[in-house]
């Protein structure tokens, strides 16, 4: 059975840091990304790894997605938190190697996680 389980969520202050992982279990993938929804708002894409990076320009410089192969496990490294990253962050994870058209599109990625919640505070 293939699971994706997120942790790492949680209430920080504007301007702190936070880690996300996503264990990923039951397969191996060659994408993974992450994707966030703020109450009222549409998911939005924060950040992929297939054999290179991407992120969203909101994220930029500030967020940082790196890989465990070994451990089959993403990472979302959040720094210089802003209020407005307030969301729902869900794990997605593929067996392709995504590319540059496909990356920030959710429905390219077969496979979720439940979320983890990250709630910063002004």
């Known amino acids: 059975q293939v699971q994706l389980v997120e942790s790492g969520g949680g209430l920080v202050q504007a301007g702190g840091s936070l880690r996300l992982s996503c264990a990923a279990s039951?397969?191996?993938?060659?994408?993974y990304g992450w994707f966030r929804q703020a109450p009222g708002k549409e998911r939005e894409f924060v950040a992929a790894?297939?054999?290179?990076?991407y992120y969203a320009d909101s994220v930029k410089g500030r967020f940082t997605i790196s890989r465990d192969s070994a451990k089959n496990t993403v990472y979302l490294q959040m720094n210089s938190l802003k209020p407005e990253d307030t969301a729902v962050y869900y794990c997605a994870a593929d067996p392709s190697a995504l590319n540059s058209r496909t990356y920030a599109n959710a429905g390219a990625y077969d496979y979720w996680g439940q979320g983890t919640q990250v709630t910063v505070s002004s």
């Open positions: 039951g397969r191996t993938f060659s994408s």
């Open positions: 790894i297939t054999w290179t990076f």
